[in-house]
């Protein structure tokens, strides 16, 4: 795989969105996804309000997490995009 890279909040909302995922509800600090049947689960997933997020942080695996990607999956769609 390459190297693993930060990504900017711009680029995940630009994927939930490509993958079916739409804004269930905001608040002052973060905003929250859903998709009612993600991969056979209904998913939610937490994008707080930072301009980028790196993958040696907590935020960015747990957004990974929450979207029910393996870190290479998420990496090859962002590059898709």
């Known amino acids: 795989m390459g190297r693993r890279y930060p990504v ?7 994927l939930l ?3 079916g995922f739409e804004l ?3 608040s002052a600090d973060h905003n929250q996804y859903e998709h009612p049947n993600y991969q056979g689960k209904k998913r939610l997933v ?3 309000h930072e ?3 790196s993958i040696k942080g907590e935020i960015l695996p747990s957004i990974i997490r929450q979207m029910g ?3 290479k999956e998420f ?3 962002i ?3």
Do not use: G, H, N, Q
């Open 17 to 19: 969105r490509k993958e």
């Open 8 to 14: 900017k909040r711009r680029i995940i909302i630009k």
């Open 79 to 81: 590059k898709a995009l």
């Open 24 to 26: 269930d509800r905001t």
């Open 69 to 71: 990607l393996s870190k």
């Open 46 to 48: 937490t994008v707080p």
């Open 75 to 77: 990496y090859r769609k």
């Open 51 to 53: 301009d980028e997020f």
